[in-house]
């Protein structure tokens, strides 16, 4: 059974920026807000941790100009307008997200929901989604393949809803969200629903009436006041619905197949934290970065031309620190070629090696002592871009190297 997870980003970047806001408003030393981020990197970290899964998507809303816009111009028309402080990190978290190798998403003229709907709407039986928000409208998605981990108070506590547990909110089904919010709309989302009727009143007509279609035709059932709220707001019962109701049918640019985890550039990653200036996150790297641990070497005599590439990791090999004196046992050159090693006997006359390691461009660990290695050997090793050993102490000055 595959395991899919659907994170609602506009819904954790919200929680984690009012989490802190008053807290800890995060800033780096030129004034840039990092609090929002700081807690979306360090939620979706515990929560690759703690959930088995093969497939991952984090879901954004493109902008406010929706279907639902369109339908009604009012739709989240009483929202406060967005902290500035807040607008800042969206894109500084889609940078982290790509740099981490995390698909992430938005589709203009839809909202995060309507992608996790069309997810959940091409969930097979030989998969399950879980769908991490916390916004009560994604509850209509449930099914026996799909449940929701509804964010508790505080940052990382989930209250798990299936079909089964639905009555820990209310005591209706899934798909009874949406005629649950027809009728009683929702002030969050400016979302009319029938005047005067509220939470209470909306679950008792669902109870008796199971859908909003039924309590209509059958509204000479219904008695007083309750009757005429009803047939004054038909109209915006009906349209509600709508605006209340999940796309299931994005137009999506990806399959659910595509949703896996790629590659992190670590390099990268690395430089984000240090820009940000996140440094509890650089010195955790091990801890929240997949590192292959199966990094083997190839074992040759004679390198062969298109081994020898520009910008490759280049070092010498020797068996004591004391370079002035050490003697020179191979020869390691590391790129996207693969992992190779030359015994020295394999490659000190050979020219075309020497004049690689003369004139191409490449990098290295600790290059003064490379250079002086090979001086003592008589070789030329030169045109290095950068030294990992000091990129590493600029990055974290506080790093054993």
């Keep these: ?231 004054n707001d038909k109209d915006q019962a009906y349209l509600s619905y709508k605006l209340a109701t999940i796309i299931k049918d994005v137009p999506l640019p990806f399959k659910i197949e595509d949703l896996n985890i790629k590659d992190c550039d670590i390099a990268s990653l690395k430089d984000f934290y240090y820009r940000y200036e996140m440094k509890s996150f650089l010195n955790k790297m091990d801890q929240d970065i997949d590192i292959k641990d199966d990094f083997n070497f190839k074992i040759i005599t004679k390198i062969e031309d298109d081994c020898l590439v520009d910008d490759s990791f280049v070092d010498l090999i020797s068996l004591n620190d004391y370079y002035h004196k050490d003697s020179i046992i191979g020869l390691a050159i590391i790129n996207e070629k693969g992992n190779y090693f030359l015994d020295i006997n394999d490659f000190i006359n050979d020219e075309k090696v020497l004049a690689f390691l003369k004139n191409s461009p490449k990098k290295g660990y600790d290059i003064k002592r490379n250079i002086l290695l090979a001086y003592w050997h008589d070789i030329d090793i030169s045109n290095y871009s950068d030294d990992v050993m000091i990129s590493s102490y600029l990055i974290n000055s506080n790093n054993s190297l």
Excluded: C
């Design 1 to 231: 059974m595959k395991k899919v997870i659907a994170i609602d980003g506009n819904s954790l970047l919200f929680k984690a920026y009012f989490a802190t806001k008053f807290t800890n408003m995060m800033q780096t030393s030129n004034g840039i807000s990092t609090n929002a981020v700081f807690g979306f990197i360090n939620i979706l970290n515990k929560i690759r941790k703690e959930f088995v899964y093969d497939y991952l998507i984090v879901a954004f809303d493109a902008s406010s100009n929706t279907i639902r816009k369109q339908k009604y111009e009012d739709y989240k028309g009483t929202r406060s307008k967005t902290d500035d402080e807040l607008i800042e990190q969206f894109p500084i978290v889609r940078e982290y997200l790509n740099i981490a190798g995390i698909p992430n998403y938005e589709i203009e003229g839809y909202e995060a929901d309507d992608i996790i709907g069309t997810i959940a709407n091409q969930i097979n039986d030989n998969m399950e989604l879980s769908i991490i928000t916390s916004d009560k409208d994604l509850l209509q998605l449930i099914n026996s393949r799909v449940k929701v981990l509804l964010s508790k108070k505080g940052m990382s506590e989930y209250l798990e809803i299936t079909p089964d547990s639905m009555n820990q909110i209310w005591d209706i089904t899934p798909l009874q969200v949406i005629d649950l919010k027809a009728i009683m709309g929702d002030p969050s989302d400016n979302i009319p629903g029938v005047k005067g009727i509220g939470e209470k009143g909306a679950l008792k007509l669902l109870n008796e009436f199971q859908n909003l279609d039924n309590i209509y035709a059958h509204i000479d059932d219904i008695k007083g006041k309750t009757k005429e709220k009803l047939i």
